[in-house]
């Protein structure tokens, strides 16, 4: 049996206040807002890098009710190929990113880990040939 056609859409991250996260996800990585939606219960703001907006996107949700979205063991990072590591790395630190480890290399791939100002998980990763 074949699966119906499908294409990857969007990740989604709960953040506790949308400007600090919506803030840190611009000004660290360059992503820009192309959709937001304003309902009773939450606020939605989908997000895609320059010449990806047509995705997958980033979605930040910031619950109304203010509920506790603390972020849990239970997940991976959100994962960015990346030009120069280490430029983007820095960046992410000057804009409040918390070094999870520095860079290191595992089968020619360099690589970081990173958490959010929020806590999100962020792998940073360099292809051999990047």
């Given amino acids: 049996m074949t699966a119906p056609p499908v294409r990857l859409g969007f990740f ?5 206040e949308m400007e600090p ?9 360059g ?3 192309t959709t937001s939606f304003d309902e009773p219960d939450f606020a939605e703001h ?9 995705g997958p996107h980033l979605l930040l949700v910031a619950w109304k009710d203010k509920r506790d979205v603390s972020v849990g063991p239970g997940h991976g990072p ?3 190929i990346c030009q ?7 960046r992410a630190l000057a804009h409040g990113a918390q070094p999870i480890t520095g860079l290191f290399e595992a089968a020619g ?17 360099q292809l051999p040939d990047s």
Avoid: C, T, Y
């Fill in 109 to 125: 791939v360099r690589i970081a880990l990173l958490k959010s100002p929020q806590g999100h998980e962020i792998e940073l990763i």
């Fill in 21 to 29: 996260a919506l803030a840190f996800w611009r000004e660290a990585f």
């Fill in 46 to 54: 989908m997000l895609a890098l320059p010449g990806q907006e047509a």
């Fill in 84 to 90: 120069d590591i280490a430029a983007s790395h820095a």
């Fill in 12 to 16: 989604k991250l709960n953040v506790p």
């Fill in 31 to 33: 992503f820009a807002v």
């Fill in 78 to 80: 959100v994962g960015l």
